[in-house]
């Protein structure tokens, strides 16, 4: 089936590091969607992008769609204690469907 | 709007036993899924509603799975009877279309079977 490959599966950085995750797949997506989960607690949407080579920022949060429509890069940064939780990419291919998850990538920062 | 509400938040419950797990999407979302999150699999899909129809269900694990929406606010994942291997935490989230919408989850239910 259709797969995101979401990397590195974890990190752990000192605060006020700078943080970098990506997401690829051998399929080509219409859309990519970025969401945390903070522990306990459901994925909550961060950033969508709809456009390869899009740049969108959200804050101290800056995510891009590949030129290639193949991949998707997520960057924190001046990371904070908050950030903490699990960052998942999804994946949209065509104009409607399921998205498609990628399995996280967990972010642990110490102050 | 307070979001997806699922209920409840956490169970434990022993092998063999029923287990009824609930949703309430956001209303005017005509889509509702339900997701299982483990260590091993993260998100996996197991089905999801169209105005309050099953569209797909091939994520549902086995027969001992069923999911129901008998109205546009409310649906439940049951499983009878439960298993060790069905721990994990559930999702419901909810959605306006299946498009670039992006999902609305709700907190999830932790489930733990002993």
């Known amino acids: 089936g259709q797969q995101l490959n979401q990397s590195p599966q974890s990190m752990f950085i000192q605060e006020g590091e700078d943080v970098s995750m990506n997401c690829t797949s051998s399929?080509?997506?219409?859309?990519w969607l970025w969401y945390k989960q903070d522990p306990g607690e459901g994925p909550v949407l961060l950033i969508a992008l709809y456009k390869a080579g899009e740049l969108t920022s959200n804050g101290r949060l800056t995510a891009q769609f590949g030129i290639t429509r193949k991949d998707s890069f997520l960057n924190i940064s001046a990371s904070i204690p908050s950030d903490v939780g699990i960052y998942f990419c999804?994946?949209?291919?065509?104009?409607?469907?399921?998205?498609?998850f990628g399995k996280g990538t967990k972010l642990s920062v110490k102050p | 709007d307070a979001g997806v509400i699922q209920s409840p938040r956490h169970e434990v419950t022993e092998m063999g036993q029923e287990v009824t797990l609930r949703c309430k999407p956001i209303?005017?979302?005509?889509?509702l899924f339900w997701y299982r999150q483990t260590m091993m699999r993260g998100l996996e899909l197991l089905i999801y509603?169209?105005?309050?129809?099953?569209?797909?269900d091939s994520g549902m694990p086995e027969d001992r799975f069923s999911a129901k929406m008998p109205n546009a606010s409310f649906s439940t994942l049951k499983i009878q009877p439960s298993e060790p291997r069905d721990s994990a935490v559930y999702f419901c989230?909810?959605?306006?279309?299946?498009?670039?919408?992006?999902?609305?989850f709700g907190s999830g239910t932790r489930l733990t079977v002993v």
């Open positions: 509603f169209n105005n309050n129809v099953p569209i797909d």
């Open positions: 209303s005017g979302h005509d889509y």
């Open positions: 399929s080509i997506f219409n859309t």
């Open positions: 999804a994946g949209l291919r065509g104009s409607q469907g399921n998205l498609i």
């Open positions: 989230a909810s959605s306006p279309g299946l498009g670039p919408y992006g999902y609305t």
